[in-house]
């Protein structure tokens, strides 16, 4: 079996064509025209592959390679192609591209699936459009129904529906949630997004869990004014009860008790945004993530119980609304024996460890056992123009998911 690295290397670099924004940058948000070109050319090379194409009401990409037996669930893998603004080329796209060149691979060796093997591009992992991460997953899963992804609005106030349907995906939302028994077993190749399989020197990661956040987005009203004429002591700033509660995610989740236990205050937006004007509004949103639920939802409680304290003591008002509380994933212990299987035959080093990024695998794992495989990338950086996976570690990533889609499979 030989992977062919030009090949896969040259269409990661075409994949990274298709951007909004100026190379070496990736910009590549769900269902813009950018968007629906790079969706086209994945679809061309799927089908070149021999492989049977089709596409659901949401718009995630399934390309099959049947199986020689009928009426067995079969053997996913894949990932997504959208990206953030200002990103880079290999999130979500290895494992896409990864996961079509190890089908290619084993088509070219003359291997014979008992179960049908298939790639899947998950539609909208980046949270950009509709403000919330993995809506292809979530729904595949049925962890969210029709209703929930009908409500969902972009910033233009555009619906789901009518954006779906302006890029040419119909059908009713409920036909997207995939029956009982579809995949057998899910398998995702992944950059780590993290510094720690370069550090040490591993080429391969096996991921035994996915972290999940909660996230929050807390509005605080406050009093504005002349910054000049309102003397301190008579103040309700809005911005220093954001500013507060910002360290209190910080404190609280370094004071877990775990390094596994993350808390970021991502999005702080003032009004007015005056240099000279008492900020009488705040918008904050927060991200805690954890692989241990009870223990990051502790952390959520003590966040929350700080906001009430500091916004009582300063005089402001709140709102807290809770976007979502996904539970954390364990990787299903047969396909994690088969990624260590093959990585051991291959004679790859590897090191099993949790996924702190969220990823479409995290609600693949309601359906079916599932894992993930990660290979290093330059410095841990992702989701900037600069992210980078070198060619021989694609390369070894893609040889662990051949052979452990051929196990599965087989």
């Known amino acids: 079996m030989r992977v062919n690295r030009q090949r896969l290397m040259t269409e990661i670099e075409k994949m990274a064509s298709f951007t909004d924004a100026p190379p070496p940058a990736v910009t590549r948000v769900l269902y813009t025209p950018t968007d629906i070109a790079a969706r086209a050319y994945l679809k061309s090379l799927c089908m070149e592959a021999g492989l ?7 718009g995630n990409l399934f390309a099959r390679w049947e199986g020689a037996e009928e009426g067995l669930g079969g053997v996913g893998t894949g990932s997504h192609i959208d990206a953030i603004p200002f990103a880079g080329a290999y999130d979500g796209v290895v494992g896409v591209l990864g996961g079509l060149e190890a089908i290619r ?11 049908p093997i298939e790639l899947l591009m998950f539609t909208s992992e980046e949270p950009t459009c509709f403000g919330v991460g993995c ?15 009908a409500k969902l609005r972009d910033a233009e106030g555009k619906s789901l529906d ?6 040419g995906f119909s059908g009713p939302l409920e036909s997207v949630r995939l029956p009982e028994g579809y995949y057998s077993a899910f398998v ?16 391969i990661g096996l991921v035994t869990a996915i972290a999940a956040p909660a996230s929050l987005r807390v509005c605080l009203s406050g009093q504005g004014g002349h910054a000049g004429a309102v003397l301190m002591p008579d103040r309700r700033d809005a911005l220093l009860a954001g500013a507060e509660i910002a360290l209190e995610v910080e404190r609280a989740a ?8 993350v808390g970021t205050t991502g999005i702080f937006n003032v009004h007015p945004g005056a240099i000279n004007s008492i900020p009488s509004r705040v918008e904050l949103g927060i991200d805690i993530r954890d692989v241990d639920g009870e223990r990051r939802d502790r952390v959520v409680a003590q966040v929350i119980g700080a906001i009430q304290a500091i916004c009582e003591r300063r005089g402001i008002g709140y709102e ?39 990823h479409d695998s995290l609600f693949m794992a309601r359906i079916c056992p599932t894992a993930m495989l ?8 992702s989701h900037r123009p600069d992210e980078y996976a070198a060619p021989e570690h694609i390369e070894q990533g893609v040889r662990v998911l051949a052979r452990t889609l051929a196990r599965l499979a087989g």
């Open 374 to 381: 990660f290979i290093p990338c330059k410095n841990g950086w």
């Open 162 to 167: 009518e954006a779906r349907a302006e890029s």
């Open 135 to 149: 809506l292809g997953s979530r729904a595949l899963s049925g962890a969210w129904n029709a209703e929930q992804l």
């Open 105 to 115: 691979s084993l088509k070219e060796s003359g291997f014979t699936p008992r179960r």
């Open 254 to 261: 370094s004071s877990s008790g775990a390094l596994d236990t």
């Open 320 to 358: 807290i609304d809770t976007l979502n509380a996904d539970p954390p994933a364990l990787s299903g212990e047969a396909v994690l024996a088969a990624l260590e299987a093959s990585a051991q035959e291959l004679g790859l080093a590897y090191k099993r460890m949790a996924s702190r990024a969220y």
């Open 188 to 203: 995702e190749l992944h950059i780590e997004q993290g510094p720690l399989l370069e550090r040490e020197d591993i080429p």
């Open 52 to 58: 049977k194409v089709r596409e659901d009401a949401l």
